[in-house]
């Protein structure tokens, strides 16, 4: 069996391969996917392919045998909020987790950034514990949930008891993290628990590349204050004088007060020897480009400390933890300081795609970028 869950719509291959006798396909959808895009495209000018592939991304327009598909209303638990994730598992052995929705613009129009586990069915068969909390809360007639999850999706692996697996021929200690925590069973780390705990476990530095940060419940009304990363940010930075750099995301879709947020951690810079820095990273688009809904804008979602890698599906801010579907991967390398003939580790991989992204001519001062996402705004007012 192989099971694959998107949370935003799919690949015209996945249906291929789901219409053959030798692949079943499992999805995993929020509830409110996403015909809403669909009248959009003909207009587009982008060629046969991408509207073909567009299609394939409408649940109902599927054949039928090509996947069993479920979706989940999180307003149903959470009065709020939505599935997020964003994983494939393949054939119990592959993974990718990462920010990439499923859908034509995610890979070609949307800068993102995940990562591909080949060959791990001990990994594969942990992350298929969370799947499957998913399967099980999108079944009908609608179910509660649980009390207390059954056992068989507990898992030992999480911050205190990560498995040790070799990734990239490196020794690597590793565990997948959850969100909201009411679907965690036991054993699972919540996704904010590992967040703190990554940020808290770094001696010196600590760079986040996020698309949306805001110390803010901001699905609930009314709107809650919500600083638990943001002081945790700000202690490292004033007690440890661990560098904190944070990129986040600039495009018209940007709330501008997410720039205040951001200057404000970054006002603390020189405070007690701290050293915090933001900036926005903008992705320039064409006149055709900037009519694609919800493209042409960094949605990467990952952290990297000088010990650990962080690899998300959710933005920075509350509700994110507290009431939507995330789930992360935090890599860790023991006693690995070593050997410039091996592979890279994640971490070295990581830090070196946020360093190439922070000195690009694309990630800009808070202040600068944000006249750039006004100007957006306004064109692409002027293009609808
Ligand atoms: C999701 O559940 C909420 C609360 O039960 C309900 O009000 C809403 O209509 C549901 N949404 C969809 C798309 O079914
Ligand atoms: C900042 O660091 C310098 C050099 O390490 C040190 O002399 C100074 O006392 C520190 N200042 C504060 C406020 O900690
Ligand atoms: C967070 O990320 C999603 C996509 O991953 C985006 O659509 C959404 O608008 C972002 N921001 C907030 C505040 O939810
Ligand atoms: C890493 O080093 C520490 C301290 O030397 C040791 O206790 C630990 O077992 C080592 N971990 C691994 C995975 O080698
Ligand atoms: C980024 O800039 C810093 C400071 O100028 C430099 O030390 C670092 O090597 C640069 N990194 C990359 C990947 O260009």
Known sequence: MSGIFVSFGV????????????????????KETDETFSGQFPQLRLGKFYVTELDATIKYRWPSGAAEVRT??????????????????????????????????????????????SNCPCLAADIQKIFDV???????????????WPAKWSTKYNKDTPVQVTLNGRKSEVYFSSSPSPICPDGRTPDLDALLDVINKADRY????VMDYMPLIE???????????????????????????????CWRGTRPDMAKYLLSLSQLNHANNASISTKMFYVPSTPDQRKI????????KYMVTDNRAFIGTSNWSGSYFTSTGGVSIVVHNPNDTTSAYLTPTLQQQLAAVFERDWNSSYALPVKEALDKCKMTAIESSLVQ
């Open 293 to 300: 809904p919800y493209a042409r804008l960094n949605h990467n």
């Open 72 to 117: 989940l209303n999180f307003s149903q638990w959470f009065g709020s909020g939505i599935l997020h994730t964003k994983v494939w598992i393949v054939d119990k052995k592959h993974i990718y987790l990462g920010s990439a929705n499923m859908d034509w613009r995610s890979l070609t129009q949307v800068k993102e950034l995940g990562v591909v586990i």
């Open 134 to 148: 998913y399967w099980y809360l999108g079944q009908q007639p609608p179910v509660p949930l649980p009390r207390s």
């Open 11 to 30: 690949w015209a291959t996945v249906w291929i391969a789901g219409l053959t006798d030798r692949v079943n396909v499992k999805i995993v959808l929020k």
């Open 206 to 209: 600590v760079y986040i590349a």
């Open 219 to 249: 699905f609930s009304k009314p709107v809650k204050f919500w600083p638990v990363i943001d002081d945790a940010l700000r202690r490292v930075a004033l007690e440890k004088n661990v560098e904190v750099r944070l990129l986040a995301s």
